[in-house]
């Protein structure tokens, strides 16, 4: 009896050693960015009025150049959720990888747009100049919620539970993430990510 015991506890070693070995990117869990209470993960630029009100983060009020919220930590593969809420006539977005932290935009960073005026398939949903949404999406006056995945070369984009965007680049790959502001209203809260780590070099 003690035997087979014994026998047993080796296959289930075994099989824990066997999973962790599969090269598949493997979750660290998930730790929150941003709680609705405190920015003191994220540094501010640009002159939009970010300020925080019933658990988020919020500007209706931009400057002559785009505005952030970046993120003090960097990161590679992961996935992240997002809930936003915006006017018809916002232009914002949610920026991966961003390359250079002092001058995030689309052409140092990864942007998964916020623009529900937008009706040539780069508004909300779209990842700039990589993948198109159409038709467009409707999302303003009410929550969302993004579920953007990150990993290796592959991104995808799934709005409120439907998948919308995906698009393969090796353009950028580790930064910090960026909330932006230029026009109209914008607000985001419950900002989570899930580092991913892989065993293949």
Not at 62 to 73: A, D, F, N
Not at 85 to 105: C, E, I, M, Q, Y
Not at 181 to 197: A, N, Y
């Amino acid at each position: 009896m003690k035997r087979h015991s014994s026998v047993c506890m080796i296959v289930f070693c075994l099989s824990i050693l066997v999973a962790g070995c599969a090269g598949g990117p493997q979750s660290r869990g998930w730790t929150t960015l941003f709680d609705g209470s405190s920015l003191d993960g994220w540094t501010r630029t640009g002159e939009s009025n970010w300020s925080l009100g019933d658990g988020a983060v919020m500007a209706d009020k931009g400057g002559k150049t785009p505005s952030y919220l970046v993120s003090k930590e960097s990161y590679g593969d992961f996935d992240l959720r997002v809930e936003f809420w915006a006017t018809a006539d916002a232009n914002s977005g949610v920026f991966l990888r961003a390359s250079d932290p002092a001058k995030v935009g689309a052409t140092t960073a990864y942007e998964v747009q916020i623009a529900d005026a937008r009706t040539d398939g780069t508004g909300t949903g779209a990842i700039t100049d990589l993948a198109k949404v159409l038709p467009p999406l409707k999302t303003a006056g009410q929550w969302n919620r993004f579920e953007i995945a990150a990993r290796g070369t592959q991104l995808t984009v799934t709005l409120n539970g439907n998948s919308v965007a995906s698009a393969q680049s090796a353009k950028y790959t580790r930064g910090p993430i960026a909330l932006q502001h230029i026009t109209g209203t914008v607000k985001f809260r419950r900002v989570e990510i899930r580092l991913l780590t892989s065993n293949q070099n």
